[in-house]
């Protein structure tokens, strides 16, 4: 897990996840090693962030919505995709969403009333 801030927390955390997408893609053409085949989910919005556990181990770790709807996204991703929602879309910068960005469907979670629009990141974009 990746978590970004600010005001640039759209567009980093975008090409962040190009750049791994590529990366790990091209790794796997070419590596002897077990193949990392994992996808992307990413959210926008505000998460708790803090040390859980007790006094023989904790963790940082972020909780809340935002993180549950990223993990979500992460899960029905497949090998080397980026998934992210509209409220993403919201923070990144037009460029980049004319770029890399593609509408996918929309998608029904557990636990929400209603749909959210998912984009999935097309690296081939640049």
């Known amino acids: 897990m990746a978590c970004f801030s600010g005001e640039k927390r759209g567009e980093q955390a975008l090409l962040c ?4 997408m590529r990366e790990l893609s091209e790794r796997e053409k070419t590596s002897n090693h077990l ?3 994992v ?16 006094k023989h181990r904790k963790e940082l770790t972020v909780i809340g919505d935002v993180a549950n709807t990223a993990a979500r996204l992460c899960g ?3 090998p080397f ?9 919201k923070i990144i910068p ?18 929400k009333r209603e749909g959210m629009n998912v984009f999935y990141i097309d690296t081939l974009g640049a």
């Open 17 to 20: 996840m190009v750049e791994l």
């Open 39 to 54: 996808g992307f989910g990413m959210h926008d919005g505000r998460v708790l962030l803090g040390l859980l556990g007790d």
């Open 94 to 111: 037009n460029h980049l969403n004319e770029t890399y960005c593609r509408y996918l469907n929309a998608i029904y979670f557990k636990g």
């Open 35 to 37: 193949p990392c085949r």
């Open 76 to 78: 029905i991703a497949q």
């Open 81 to 89: 995709q980026g998934l992210l929602t509209e409220a993403c879309m």
